[in-house]
Nanobody, 123 residues
Framework: QVQLVESGGGLVQAGGSLRLSCAAS????????MAWFRQAPGKERESVAA????????YYADSVKGRFTISRDNTKNTVYLQMSSLNPEDTAVYYC????????????????WGKGTLVTVSS
C-alpha cells in the first residue's frame, strides 16, 4: 500500500504562483506513475498532469500547459506541481494519485489517492 499526503495549498491572488507537494510513503517503489487531479466546485474531477518514474511527462491538461510543471524527486519520494499565472478557474481541491501500472493518466488508472489540498485563487 501507498500513502499520499498533499501539501502547499492555500489562498493566492490571481497571477500568483504556488507549489504543491505530494509525499509518498509505504510501498513507494510501486509509484511508477504519479499524477495530479483537481476538482473545482460543481465540476467533475479532471486530470491535470502525470509523470512516470524516470521523470518523463505523460500528460498535461490543455488548460494548464505553459503554466503548470509537474516533477518528481525519487530520492524524497515526492512529486511536485509548480503552478504559475494562476487564475480563479484554477480554484479546486487538488489531489495526488499514483498508479502501479506502467502507464496511464486517467482516474481509472490510479491505485492510491491522497485526501487533497485546497487551492483558492482570488481575483
Amino acid at each position: 500500500q501507498v500513502q499520499l499526503v498533499e501539501s502547499g495549498g492555500g489562498l493566492v491572488q490571481a497571477g500568483g504562483s504556488l507549489r504543491l507537494s505530494c509525499a509518498a510513503s509505504g510501498r513507494t517503489f510501486t509509484t511508477y506513475v504519479m499524477a495530479w487531479f483537481r476538482q473545482a466546485p460543481g465540476k467533475e474531477r479532471e486530470s491535470v498532469a502525470a509523470i512516470n518514474w524516470s521523470g518523463g511527462i505523460i500528460y498535461y491538461a490543455d488548460s494548464v500547459k505553459g503554466r503548470f510543471t509537474i516533477s518528481r524527486d525519487n530520492t524524497k519520494n515526492t512529486v511536485y506541481l509548480q503552478m504559475s499565472s494562476l487564475n480563479p478557474e484554477d480554484t479546486a481541491v487538488y489531489y495526488c494519485a499514483t498508479s502501479r501500472r506502467g502507464a496511464g493518466a486517467r482516474e481509472s488508472d490510479m491505485d492510491y489517492w491522497g485526501k487533497g489540498t485546497l487551492v483558492t485563487v482570488s481575483s
